[in-house]
């Protein structure tokens, strides 16, 4: 496919804003992570806030390739789009087979989540796996109907949810510099590892975090002005996100001692609840299920634009290109939801803790390979702009790219052993039916 049939092709009007794609980035990106790290970033101490900030670096050398990807190209699928523009189909192929893998994971990560946060209020779900997993699969399916109603329906929900839940994390940060301790950041590195290891560990931790930045590319035939609206909101998202992060985190470490932040099971209520009282710790417990939820509805939202795109394109069985009267993949939705499902169903046994934890590792590493190919994508296609034009190599964007791909590769590496296992073995499952589909399309052909 050409730049020029790239564009052509995203041409058309949409149903989602700016300030939709804004949520749906920020909405996506602050899930069920931010409330849970601060305890287990505690052991870390001040250099925690390296991590945050190299993960944050590194997750704004990310947003701007994908800006600079859907400016140039603003194709549906985010990064399968890009990686099959610059690779080919099989390529492409892979990193959405692996994307999907990675946002099936995250739903049912942020669904556990959602309900774990629950357990404040509904304690007994926290005592029997088979109601929590029940009221994690209610969850799933509830905002699986409210997108089937349509994109728009869907992002109305997003809206919402992203102003409630980011309205407690900003009260925290504006008020709690009242209790704030300095020396609970001293000493400044307490692990005993050295300045670089214990660096890498918290970014290990915070990167699930950041997990979602590309959400605004992903429904591009659904933007209104896609090459201008999707930069402007993935970029901007991605900012508001990481300072919310850090200067959240920065607060929570503050208020709580690192011992008794390093055994809460809920640092932001716990904190609030020492700020103002146990009415402010059931505020931000309100916050975060709010957050779980709204996170969870935009994660469902694109789960079903990832195999409309591939199945759009030939790539994919051809049920996921259906569409609804008002354009909404509802087959594609439904059977994406019927895999989440299956595996909440299939780890049932699992504590809150565990089965979040496993869905975590599926979600981040397959996630990860698609970032890495869609830096690599950016530095070819910036290349071949260059040869066709014949103009000068644009030095800067080239850079972007480079250390983007660095620090994908970087993320994996420190994903661990067991992660990049079941990684390569996921994203190698995909490999049959994409024999399966082309051999299809080859049939077609030959019968004409």
Known sequence: MSLAAARSSACRAGELGFWTCVSLVIGNMIGSGIFLLPASLAPYGGI???????????????????????????????PYAYTRLAFGDLAGFLMAWGYWISVLAAVAAIAIAFISYLTIFFPTLARHPVQ?????????????????????????????????????????????????????????????????????????????????????????????????TIPRATLLGTVLTALLYIGTTVVVMGILN???????????????????????????????????????????????????????????????????????????????????????????????????????????????????????????????????????RKTGPVLVAILAFLYSFWAIAGSGQEAVYWGFLLLMAGVPVYVWVRRGRVVQELSK
Not at 162 to 190: M, Q, Y
Not at 192 to 209: E, I, K, N, R, Y
Not at 297 to 314: E, R, V, Y
């Open 132 to 228: 929590a997993s029940l009221a994690a699969l209610a969850a799933i399916w509830l905002l699986t109907a409210v997108n089937a109603l349509g994109i728009r329906a869907g992002g109305r929900m997003q809206v919402v949810t992203t102003v409630l839940k980011i309205l407690p994390l900003v009260a925290l940060v504006v008020f709690g510099w009242a209790r704030f301790d300095p020396s609970h950041f001293i000493p400044f590195n307490p692990t005993g590892q050295s300045t670089f290891s214990a660096a890498t560990a918290t970014v290990s931790l915070t990167l699930w975090a950041f997990l979602g930045l590309e959400s605004a590319t992903i429904p591009a035939g659904n933007v209104s002005d896609p090459a201008r």
């Open 48 to 78: 925690s806030l390296v991590g945050w900030v190299i993960s944050a670096a590194g997750s704004l050398l990310l947003a701007q390739v994908f800006c600079s990807l859907a400016r140039r190209a603003p194709l549906a699928g985010g």
């Open 258 to 392: 690192p011992t008794s932040l390093a055994t809460s099971t809920a640092p932001f209520a716990d904190a609030a609840g020492v700020l103002a009282g146990s009415w402010a710790a059931y505020a931000v417990g309100i916050g975060a299920v709010v957050s779980c939820f709204g996170a969870l509805n935009g994660w469902i939202l694109i789960q079903g634009q990832i195999p409309l795109a591939l199945a759009t394109d030939g790539l994919f069985p051809k049920v996921f290109s259906r569409v609804s009267a008002n354009g909404t993949p509802v087959i594609g939705l439904v059977i994406s939801s019927v895999l989440v499902t299956l595996l909440v169903a299939a780890n049932y046994t699992r504590s809150l803790v565990q089965l979040f934890t496993f869905s975590i590792l599926l979600a981040t590493l397959s996630c990860l390979v698609p970032y890495l190919f869609s830096s690599l994508a950016e530095w070819t296609l910036l290349r071949q702009e260059r040869d066709a034009s014949g103009g000068a």
